[in-house]
Nanobody, 128 residues
């Protein structure tokens, strides 16, 4: 059974930090791009960050560049999103997702519809 389980969300004040975790099981993580998405009420889901297997090449949306870091854990089944200098506009449900890749060179090009598996989401709330 494929599972993506997020954790680490919560309520923080502006300027604070959170580290979100995504634990994957039921598939070969090294064959998948791992991504973080977020969706605020009334807004479309937004791709936040992506990490490629093997090379660990990363991509970030402009709004989190310099504040967010996506990484893989030592056990390889965990993907992290470190968010620093949080802003109220970062408030959203954050989702972990996995997209199958054959060459590990196309993760940046993959879009929402390319992701095969999704987690349940974890709420991040940033107050001013």
């Amino acid at each position: 059974q494929v599972q993506l389980v997020e954790s680490g969300g919560g309520s923080v004040q502006a300027g604070g930090s959170l580290r979100l975790s995504c634990v994957a099981s039921g598939f070969i993580v090294s064959h998948y791009c791992m991504g973080w998405f977020r969706q605020a009420p009334g807004k479309e889901r937004e791709r936040v960050a992506v990490i490629s297997p093997g090379t660990d090449h990363t991509y970030y949306t402009d709004s989190v560049k310099g504040r967010g870091t996506i990484s893989r854990g030592s056990t390889m089944d965990t993907t992290y999103l470190q968010m620093n200098s949080l802003k109220p506009e970062d408030t959203a449900i954050y989702y972990c997702a996995a997209a199958r890749t054959l060459w590990a060179s196309d993760c940046e090009e993959k879009r929402e519809s390319d992701y095969n598996y999704w987690g349940q989401g974890t709420q991040v709330s940033v107050s001013s």
